[in-house]
């Protein structure tokens, strides 16, 4: 499963064009690599307390398959946010596809270009009352005590089921290093526990005699994947792994280098294995109005899912591609064919002044009008510069999701069950469906 996070469907539609015109080309008739998959259909994103969804609750839609409460992970709506009474009583709390694939004797993993610890990833394998409980200090900020809601990296290294996943690859050293230590980066850690996660996962597959290896660069991620351990943690950055653009193309691996690497370790369980790749930061660009930034980040996930395509058989992997929810980036006005998508309108608003074919409905990308005219972004000093952030409508500090669906892409064994338009929430159980899952819905064995 492929999550490009906040990734709307104007955005499939800009970054396929940009994608095209970079190649030289007009660019619209382009196609992002998932945009070829036999099956589209469309996820209705809503979360139970909240029109708009966040990546949270929407998380545990498309991956425990309920639909929860803001802010939430792998927990029922009977768990409020902040609730941590609530979240630590069993009887609310949920398995994700990757524990229904692990039972079954498959494998699994989870890739990101966030902290492995961030709200998308985090719904394959924790279970807690608010996504910002990254570490043992989140949780305590919070007035709880992590010995009752442990902190997500936490859950990740000692909880079923992140203790068995095989591959976790991704940014977030701070979550699991204490604040006297810092990373391979000289980055400080996060922890108030005074533990060393990294360390405590290398004892935990030590202390079960399995073999593994962690890696922080590049390299040694690629020397790791020629012939992968049992277990491969990768912690590329302190934070999250930068911007595609802004990374650098020695130290950080790109998404499609983590994907092949997580697909070459976990397609030797003939049983086969759930993979849980996300292009996280699609969405943090357009938090920043920085168009450019989020249509490049979805490109980079269009060449993840090549990747895929290449090392998977069609007839016996499904591949499916979606996003969690979306953004209020607007493609807007009349530019000829082939207009360059990153620059202003062939048109000009009524009060005369450029707009942006791509711009905002809100974010922190709005100016002040002068007067009855807007100001002219085009003549910003840094305007186009990849930093430069589109016009917005709305003040905010930072630019909102959308509340429209979005789409679905499937390819693979029974790829046709993801024609419609459905509740996210259904999504892991037409996986579960089309893997034939001993957990799937009775209704679809057949
Ligand atoms: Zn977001």
Wanted: glycine share 8%.
């Amino acid at each position: 499963m492929f999550l490009g996070d906040g990734m709307s469907v104007p955005t499939l539609a800009a970054a396929r064009t940009l994608r095209g015109q970079r190649a030289g080309a007009a660019g619209e008739e382009a196609q992002l690599a998932f945009e070829a998959f036999p099956t589209v259909g469309l996820a209705k994103t809503y979360c139970v307390d909240s029109q708009i969804a966040d990546s949270a609750c929407t998380s545990t839609a498309y991956l425990c398959g309920a639909k929860a409460n803001l802010g939430t992970l792998g927990v029922s709506a009977a768990v409020p946010r902040y609730d941590c009474a609530a979240a630590a009583d069993t009887q609310h709390q949920l398995d994700s596809i990757a524990v229904w694939a692990l039972e079954d004797g498959r494998d699994a993993g989870i890739v990101t270009t966030t902290r492995v610890t961030h709200a998308s990833p985090a719904g394959a394998y924790s279970r807690s009352a608010d996504r910002d409980w990254e570490s043992d200090a989140g949780v305590r900020a919070a007035g709880h005590d992590p010995h009752t809601c442990p902190d997500i990296a936490h859950q990740l290294v000692h909880s079923y089921p992140g203790t068995h996943f095989k591959v976790i690859l991704g940014g977030g050293r701070r979550e699991f290093l204490p604040v006297d230590a810092v990373d391979e980066d000289g980055a400080p850690g996060l922890r108030a526990d005074g533990r060393d996660l990294i360390r405590e996962w290398r004892a935990d597959k030590a202390a079960r005699n399995l073999t593994h290896q962690y890696v922080w660069n590049r390299n040694r991620l690629l020397a790791a994947a020629a012939d992968p351990p049992d277990y491969l943690l990768g912690l590329f950055e302190g934070s999250h792994m930068r911007y595609h653009l802004q990374a650098d193309p020695i130290a950080d691996p790109t998404l499609a280098e983590m994907t092949e690497a997580a697909i070459r370790a976990l397609d030797r369980n003939d049983r086969g294995f759930f993979l849980f790749v996300e292009g996280g930061r699609i969405d943090h660009a357009h938090h920043e109005n920085r168009v450019e930034l989020a249509l490049d980040e979805t490109v980079e996930l269009s060449a993840a899912v090549q990747r895929a395509v290449e090392l998977l058989d069609e007839e016996d992997s499904l591949i499916v591609v979606t996003s969690d929810h979306a953004h209020v980036m607007a493609f807007s006005g009349y530019t000829r064919r082939g207009g360059d998508v990153l620059g202003p309108s062939d048109d000009v608003g009524d009060d005369g002044v450029p707009y942006m074919t791509l711009s905002y409905a809100n974010g922190p990308g709005h100016r002040p009008s002068q007067g009855d005219r807007r100001q002219d972004v085009t003549a910003d000093p840094d305007f186009r510069s990849v930093e430069w952030r589109s016009h917005a409508e709305v003040p905010l500090q930072s630019e909102t999701h959308g509340g429209e669906d979005v789409a679905v892409f499937a390819r693979g064994p029974r790829h046709a069950l993801f024609a419609g338009l459905y509740e996210q929430s259904r999504l892991p159980h037409l996986m579960a469906c089309a893997a034939g899952l001993s957990r799937a819905p009775a209704l679809c064995r057949d």
